[in-house]
């Protein structure tokens, strides 16, 4: 009986040993099946989004086209209108613009008017502006006789005064006439008030007069401005008083612009 159960117990104790044994095996993990004889890949990638279309400037579709200007850094409304003999009144009006102060560089503006382009010798010519000047045919030299006296407008002197500082095409766009503040300042032709104020950098208070479609005169630096804008002024009408605004002394600042290019109004002044 004792015997039995020492063969029990052993018999047991055999049997825990091997199961023991068998469980601490390290399990194999079993082995991929491979039917396609290659291995598998990833799906191909969709298509890449395209690249949002930039969209176009107003006005693009007339770049580098006569009559046209193209919006570059620092311009304003004013400036181009000067530059090309214009109003900004006008610019806005040929343009459909809403704000006078809301243009992009690399938009593309009218500056002159509708059905219009600027003529000579019966030859269409670029109107004066950097966009496209390169391309365009070159304007033929200023009359002699304009050159000379500025027959095609009498001018006058806007002003009394000694002349402190003469034209130069880079460094000083018309004539510096010295003066006391308050002293008058007269229109040198009969014209149209085009701009009237002091947003353009460099000019102070500034009164702009259109004379006909070639003619513009510009009068910088006031203490005080007599006409505005749109008002008609007839030839030694008093429109401003000298000042030193915008500058660094009294003085008066007057530019002639023919097709809103600068040239030397002592050309186009009678003698003194």
């Given at each position: 009986m004792i015997f039995s159960d020492v063969s029990r117990w052993g018999w047991l104790a055999l049997t825990a040993a091997v199961l023991v044994g068998c469980s601490s095996t390290p399990r194999q993990p079993a082995p991929v099946e491979n039917r396609g004889g290659t291995a598998r890949t990833a799906p191909p990638a969709g298509p890449a989004l395209a690249a949002p279309v930039a969209k176009p400037m107003p006005g693009a579709e007339n770049m580098g086209k006569p009559g046209y200007y193209?919006?570059?850094?620092?311009?304003?409304?004013?400036?181009i209108a000067l530059d090309n003999g214009q109003s900004w009144r006008d610019l806005m009006a040929w343009n459909g613009l809403e704000n006078a102060n809301l243009i992009e560089v690399g938009q593309v503006l009218r500056v002159v008017p509708p059905d219009s382009l600027p003529q000579a010798n019966g030859v269409v010519v670029q109107a004066i502006g950097p966009s496209a000047e390169a391309a365009a045919?070159?304007?033929?030299?200023?009359?002699?006789?304009?050159?000379?006296?500025?027959?095609?407008?009498?001018?006058?002197?806007?002003?009394?005064?000694?002349?402190?500082?003469?034209?130069?095409?880079?460094?000083?766009?018309?004539?510096?006439?010295?003066?006391?503040?308050?002293d008058p300042v007269v229109a040198a032709a009969d014209g149209q008030v085009v701009y009237a104020g002091s947003e353009l950098r460099g000019y102070g208070n500034l009164i702009i007069l259109k004379h006909n479609n070639t003619y513009l005169t510009a009068y910088a630096h006031n203490r005080a401005l007599m006409v505005k804008e749109d008002q008609k002024v007839s030839k030694g009408q008093k429109i401003a008083e000298m000042g030193n605004t915008d500058a660094d002394r009294v003085k008066l600042h007057f530019e002639v612009r023919r097709q809103g290019k600068p040239v030397d109004p002592a050309k186009y002044l009678p003698a003194r």
């Open positions: 193209t919006v570059t850094k620092g311009d304003t409304l004013t400036r045919p070159v304007r033929p030299a200023l009359p002699a006789a304009a050159a000379a006296g500025g027959s095609e407008i009498a001018f006058i002197w806007p002003t009394n005064g000694r002349l402190i500082s003469g034209f130069d095409e880079v460094k000083n766009k018309g004539l510096d006439i010295a003066g006391q503040a308050g």
